[in-house]
C-alpha cells in the first residue's frame, strides 16, 4: 500500500506489518548465570504450555483459521449433510452450536454486531495496520480480526441472511438480491431480497427473542418493519435502508433547476419548488459579499444557507389530503439567478404509509428530533442520475453524510434502547463502490488521473470517518460487551459489463417481443441476477431439458472480450440435470460445495448457476442490442461483487472486540465463512439457533 491510498483490486498488496522484536542480547550481559537459568527453565515450561495449548485448540476447532469446518472454505468438497454430526442432525438441519463450551451462568454477555456493506478485507485491515484506521486497528492489536468469505453469491441479501441464521443459501432461502419464491417462468414475481421474507430458517433475532433476550435492529439488512411486525413481540426496530420505499412519490432526491425567478421583497430574487403538494419559497439574499438562501413555507422561515452548503429541513407537507411529516438535506449549488441549482434530497416521513420503525412511539419522535432532524441522507436512495447533475464535491459530502446518518442512528439505538442483542448497519461502501471503485484505475476508459485521484481520497476519507464513529462505539462498551465488526462481501472495479440475456437472445434460447420486453411465453431461458430459468414446459421432455441447459452454458462460456479476447464467465453450472447429477463442474467441485442445494432454496434459484471473473459484472439483464459486452460510463455502475467468494477481492472483514470484562482469544488473521457469523452470535449469548449449519468461532477465552 502506497501512502497514497488503498490499492485498487488487482493491484499488487503492500508487505506485511513490522512486528517489534525485543532484543534479549542487550539485556542478557548484565544478568548472572542463576538468573539466565532461571530465564531458560521459565521459557522452557512456557513452550511446553504452548505446545499443550495449541494441541488443545486443534481438538476444539479444528484448524487455527477460525473456519467452521477442518479443510479450508476453498478446498472443501463435502456436502454439509456429510459434516453433520449425527447426534445433532435432524431431517433438514444441523446445529453444531450445540457442540460449544457453554459459558457459566454469572458471565453474561451482550452482543453487538455491526455490518458494515461491501468492507472490502483486502483493504480495511490494511489500512488499519498503516495507521489510517485507529480504531479499526484496535481489532488487530487487542481482539480477533480477519477475512470473511461470503456465501454465494456475495450478494448482501443472503450474506445477511446467513450472518442471521448460521447457515447458506440452500438452508436459510434468500437467493438474491432479488428474491424469487417460484420460477419467473411460472408466474413468480420479484421482490427486494433485503425485505427478509425470504428467511425460512430461524435467526438470531427470534432465538434470543424466545430466550428473553432483548433485541434491537438499527437498519440491519432483512430487518424491514412490515416483515417482523407480529413476529418479533419486542425488539426495537429502524429500518431506512436498503428496498425502503415510503410509499410516497415525493420522497426521492430531486434538483430544483431552470425554475423562473422574480424580484423579491429585501433580496435579490426569490424562486418556488414544490415537496408533495406543498409550495416552498426560495428568496435569495447578499450578506457580507456571499449569498444566501432562505427557505420559507408560506411565511415561515425554515431556515438559511449560504450557497454551496447543506441545511437541514423538518417541516410537514401536504400530499394527497395528507399531512407528512419530513425530513431532508437540501444544497443550494447555484445561487446565480441565470442558473439557480439547488440539490434536495431523499426525505424520510415520519408517519409514512409504509411503517420503518416498530417500538415505542417516545423513542421514534426522540430518535426523530435527536438523529433525523439533524439531518438525513443516504447515498443509497439518491439517483445516480440526479448526483451527475451535481459535483464531485457535492457527492464526496452526500457519502460522508450518509456515514454520519447510519452511525448516529447506531450510536442512538444503542444508548438509548435496552438490549441483550444490537444488530447495526452502515450502508455507506457499498452504493460508494459500485459507484466510484472502478475510477481507482486512471486506464479505465471511463477514468482519468484527476477521477482516480478523487475517488481513492473520497474512499480513503469514508472509511476514516467510519473509523471514527468505529471509535466512539467502542468508548461506550460496557464491561462485559463483546463487539463484532464485519461486511458482507467484497467489490472488484469493473471493465465491462456482461449482458447474459443478450447472448440468450442470440442463441435462439430468449425472445424479444416488439414491445423490446422479453417474451416468457416464447422464451426458453431467462436470466435475472446469478441464475438462469428455463421455461418449466420443456422439463417436461428430460433429453431435450438437457440439451437446452447445455445450449445455454455453451452460449454464456463461449462469451469473449472483444477488447482483449478473455472469456469473462468464471463457471456455468447446471443446478441438475435429468437425472440428478451436476451437467458442469465449478472449478472442480460440485454444486453442493456452494451449499445452494437444501429445502430453503427449492424452487426458489435457477436451473443454471453462473459466475463471472473479477472485471466483470452481470448486473445489467438488458436483453436487446448487439453488443454482448459492454463498456460502463461515469456515474454508472463500476463496482460489482455478486459472485463467488473465493475471489480475494470479494471476501470482506471480521473483526471481534471486547469490553474490559472480556477475555478474548488472540486470533490473528483468521479466514472465516459468513454463516459462522450466526453461529459466534449464538454462542456467545448461549441461545438456541435451530437451523445453524456453521460451527461457532471460539472467541471467549475460557
Not at 435502508?241 to 410516497?248: D, E
Not at 464513529?469 to 464491561?479: A, D, I, N, Q
Amino acid at each position: 500500500m502506497t501512502a497514497g491510498g488503498p490499492r485498487a483490486a488487482g493491484q499488487a498488496g503492500s508487505p506485511p506489518g513490522i512486528w517489534i522484536m525485543v532484543k534479549f542480547g542487550l539485556v542478557l550481559p548484565l544478568m548472572n548465570r542463576v538468573k539466565i537459568l532461571t530465564i531458560a527453565v521459565v521459557l522452557v515450561a512456557a513452550l511446553v504450555g504452548l505446545v499443550a495449548a495449541v494441541a488443545g485448540l486443534k481438538q476444539q476447532v479444528g484448524t487455527q483459521t477460525g473456519m467452521g469446518y477442518t479443510q479450508t472454505f476453498e478446498q472443501s468438497t463435502a456436502k454439509p449433510a456429510e459434516e453433520a454430526p449425527a447426534a445433532a442432525a435432524s431431517a433438514t438441519t444441523r446445529v453444531y452450536y450445540q457442540q460449544q463450551r457453554v459459558q457459566p451462568e454469572a458471565v453474561r454477555y451482550r452482543v453487538v454486531l455491526i455490518s458494515i456493506d461491501a468492507a472490502r478485507g483486502m483493504d480495511v485491515w490494511e489500512l488499519a495496520k498503516e495507521g489510517y484506521l485507529p480504531n479499526m486497528a484496535r481489532f488487530v492489536q487487542y481482539g480477533v480480526y480477519g477475512q470473511l468469505a461470503p456465501v454465494f453469491p456475495a450478494e448482501t441479501s443472503p450474506n445477511h441472511a446467513a450472518m442471521l441464521t448460521g447457515a447458506p443459501v440452500g438452508v436459510h432461502g434468500v437467493i438474491s438480491n432479488t428474491q424469487y419464491f417460484k420460477s419467473p417462468f411460472e408466474g413468480g414475481k420479484s421482490e427486494p431480497g433485503y425485505w427478509g421474507r425470504g428467511i425460512v430458517a430461524d435467526t438470531i433475532w427470534q432465538a434470543a427473542e424466545r430466550a428473553g433476550l432483548r433485541v434491537v435492529i438499527s437498519n440491519f439488512i432483512h430487518g424491514y418493519v412490515p416483515t417482523w411486525q407480529g413476529r418479533l413481540q419486542n425488539a426495537v426496530i429502524v429500518y431506512a435502508t436498503k428496498a425502503y420505499k415510503p410509499g410516497l412519490e415525493f420522497a426521492s432526491a430531486s434538483l430544483v433547476e431552470g425554475v423562473k425567478t422574480e424580484r423579491a421583497s429585501g433580496g435579490l430574487y426569490q424562486f418556488t419548488f414544490t415537496v408533495g403538494n406543498t409550495t416552498f419559497t426560495g428568496v435569495v439574499r447578499e450578506e457580507g459579499g456571499a449569498r444566501y438562501l432562505y427557505l420559507y413555507k408560506g411565511t415561515v422561515e425554515l431556515g438559511k444557507v449560504r450557497e454551496g452548503q447543506w441545511l437541514p429541513v423538518d417541516t410537514e407537507v401536504e400530499y394527497r389530503s395528507t399531512t407528512y411529516r419530513v425530513a431532508f438535506m437540501l444544497k443550494p449549488l447555484s445561487l446565480d439567478e441565470k442558473k439557480v441549482k439547488v440539490f434536495i434530497g431523499n426525505k424520510l416521513v415520519y408517519n409514512a404509509p409504509v411503517a420503518w420503525f416498530m417500538g415505542p412511539e417516545e423513542i421514534k419522535k426522540k430518535y426523530w428530533e435527536e438523529v433525523v432532524a439533524k439531518g438525513y441522507i443516504d447515498i443509497y436512495h439518491v439517483s445516480w442520475n440526479v448526483l451527475a447533475k451535481t459535483d464531485l464535491r457535492t457527492v464526496a459530502e452526500v457519502i460522508n453524510a450518509t456515514v454520519d446518518y447510519y452511525w448516529r442512528t447506531n450510536l442512538f439505538m444503542f444508548e438509548n434502547v435496552n438490549f441483550d442483542l444490537f444488530t447495526g448497519y452502515d450502508v455507506t461502501p457499498d452504493p460508494v463502490e459500485h459507484l466510484i471503485l472502478g475510477l481507482f484505475d486512471p486506464s479505465m476508459p471511463y477514468s482519468n488521473k484527476t477521477l482516480a485521484e478523487w475517488a481513492v481520497k473520497t474512499y480513503l476519507g469514508m472509511w476514516q470517518r467510519i473509523d471514527s464513529y468505529v471509535g466512539r462505539l467502542m468508548s461506550k462498551l460496557e464491561p462485559n460487551d463483546v463487539l463484532i465488526v464485519v461486511g458482507d462481501h467484497g467489490q472488484w472495479g469493473i471493465r465491462a459489463y456482461v449482458r447474459i440475456n443478450v447472448a440468450l437472445r442470440k442463441a435462439g434460447l430468449l425472445v424479444v417481443g416488439p414491445d423490446g420486453k422479453v417474451d416468457l411465453q416464447k422464451s426458453a431461458a431467462y436470466y435475472d441476477g446469478g441464475y438462469i430459468y428455463i421455461n418449466p414446459r420443456i422439463r417436461e421432455d428430460p433429453a431435450r431439458y438437457e440439451y437446452v441447459v447445455n445450449k445455454v452454458i455453451e452460449a454464456v462460456t463461449s462469451i469473449v472480450d472483444p477488447t482483449n479476447g478473455e472469456r469473462p464467465i468464471a463457471f456455468a453450472v447446471a443446478r441438475r440435470s435429468a437425472g440428478g447429477k451436476p451437467l458442469a463442474a465449478i472449478e472442480g467441485n460440485e454444486l453442493s460445495s456452494m451449499y445452494l442445494d437444501g429445502p430453503g432454496a427449492a424452487g426458489r434459484i435457477g436451473d443454471v448457476i453462473i459466475a463471472v471473473k473479477p472485471g466483470y459484472c452481470a448486473y445489467d439483464k438488458t436483453a436487446t442490442g448487439d453488443d454482448v459486452v459492454v463498456i460502463p460510463s461515469l456515474f454508472q455502475t463500476v463496482g460489482c461483487h455478486d459472485d463467488i467468494g473465493t475471489w480475494g477481492e470479494l471476501r470482506s472483514i471480521i473483526g471481534i472486540y471486547g469490553g474490559r470484562a472480556v477475555k478474548l482469544r488472540q486470533l490473528k488473521g483468521i479466514q472465516a465463512w459468513m454463516p459462522q457469523v450466526g453461529a459466534t452470535v449464538a454462542a456467545i449469548l448461549n441461545i438456541q439457533l435451530k437451523n445453524a449449519t456453521a460451527t461457532p468461532i471460539w472467541v471467549i477465552a475460557s
